[in-house]
T-cell receptor
Framework: KQEVTQIPAALSVPEGENLVLNCSFT??????LQWFRQDPGKGLTSLLL?????REQTSGRLNASLDKSSGRSTLYIAASQPGDSATYLC???????????FGKGTKLTVNP | NAGVMQNPRHLVRRRGQEARLRCSPM?????VYWYRQLPEEGLKFMVY????????ESGMPKERFSAEFPKEGPSILRIQQVVRGDSAAYFC????????????FGQGTRLTVV
């Protein structure tokens, strides 16, 4: 059974810091991995999608890496801003299954 | 191209009533998924549907919950005889293919059972 863990559960940083969010999964037979952002009381916004054959994806100040063999992904946020404050969710899809398995998220607060 | 549309955004039901949650996928998407987010919990898969077919309902509670995605119209998640434990945020996602392009989520329906 696939399990996804995100560490830390919460993170508070001053504006301008570079930071790393971690995601680990127990079954390396994944189809892809997706990072989402969730604002309080809102839906999920897709940030980055990494296919199992890829090592990383970049979008603006965000960079996500994937090491499938070790069951890890990191989301790197450069030059953090208060507007980055949100909960960041990691989710994996298994080969042969349409389910996304989510971690519980990392709640990020960027202080001005 | 509008995103995934869910309605209502907020729904209050008394115990024992029925709740109907609607989801219109993005244009061109034929795969619909429902997830539930309980307070302080992660999102949990409930059901995966394609037009007129339930493909995987392994995450659905055995009783009171049902889902459909008719040929015409939105996907419906139906909860009969709601109980307080059904209070949660219910999210719908859609994708165009077998997750090769990732899943796109709606804003969710927040169900409160009083």
């Amino acid at each position: 059974k696939q399990e996804v863990t995100q560490i830390p559960a919460a993170l508070s940083v001053p504006e301008g810091e570079n930071l790393v969010l971690n995601c680990s999964f127990t079954d390396s037979a994944i189809y892809n991995l997706q990072w989402f952002r969730q604002d309080p009381g809102k839906g999920l916004t897709s940030l980055l999608l990494i296919q199992s054959s890829q090592r990383e994806q970049t979008s603006g100040r965000l960079n996500a890496s994937l090491d499938k063999s070790s069951g890890r992904s990191t989301l790197y946020i450069a030059a953090s801003q208060p507007g980055d404050s949100a909960t960041y969710l990691c989710a994996v899809s298994q080969g042969g299954s349409e389910k996304l398995v989510f971690g519980k998220g990392t709640k990020l607060t960027v202080n001005p | 191209n509008a995103g995934v549309m869910q309605n209502p955004r907020h729904l209050v039901r008394r115990r024992g009533q029925e709740a109907r949650l609607r989801c219109s996928p993005m244009k061109g998407h034929s795969h619909v998924y429902w997830y539930r987010q309980l307070p302080e919990e992660g999102l949990k898969f409930m059901v995966y549907l394609q037009k007129e077919n339930i493909i995987d309902e392994s995450g659905m509670p055995k009783e009171r919950f049902s889902a459909e995605f008719p040929k015409e119209g939105p996907s419906i998640l139906r909860i009969q005889q709601v109980v307080r434990g059904d209070s949660a945020a219910y999210f719908c996602a859609s994708s165009p293919t077998l997750l090769t392009e990732g899943a796109f989520f709606g804003q969710g329906t927040r169900l409160t059972v009083v």
